[in-house]
């Protein structure tokens, strides 16, 4: 394993495909939920909403895992275990609108993908993962 995602693999991370990511409950056991992803080069980033179960689980515990599988061929995927360095607002909204781009083509994520009331009713964070095993496997 290393600690850098391969150029063979990032468009897995890049997106747009669906990522599973896992975090641990404060009780140890995992909670895994499925995300838009993309990176800075540096960091995979993942976008949230503040105070969900993720959010609550990377504060108690910033390690988490991120499985991503080519939806094209099974047997091509990575894995990264990494820490959460960061958890930060600023960017956030922009940030979910540009994955709104990515993976569904919206305009935005606000009025598109989610109702327009939720933008004036939560605060999107962004979770910046720094990569600390990597695994890949196919292509």
């Given at each position: 394993m290393t600690?850098?995602?391969?150029d063979s693999h990032r468009d897995l991370i890049d997106g747009p495909v669906l990522v599973t990511f896992t975090t641990i409950m404060p009780?140890?056991?995992?909670q895994s939920t499925i995300v838009w992803c993309n990176s800075d080069q540096q960091h995979v980033l993942v976008n949230s909403v503040a105070g969900r179960r993720k959010h609550k689980n990377i504060?108690?515990?910033p390690?988490?895992?991120l499985l991503a599988l080519d939806?094209?061929?099974?047997?091509r995927w990575i894995e990264i275990r990494g820490v959460v360095d960061e958890i930060t607002e600023k960017g956030g909204v922009d940030h979910i609108d540009e994955l709104?781009?990515?993976?569904?083509?919206?305009p935005s994520f606000f009025g598109h993908i989610a109702?327009?009331?939720?933008?004036?009713a939560e605060t999107r964070i962004i979770f910046k993962i720094r990569p600390v095993k990597v695994q890949a496997a196919g292509g």
């Open positions: 600690s850098t995602i391969p009780d140890g056991q995992p504060q108690h515990d390690r988490v895992t939806p094209n061929d099974a047997y709104a781009r990515l993976y569904e083509g919206a109702e327009a009331e939720r933008a004036n």
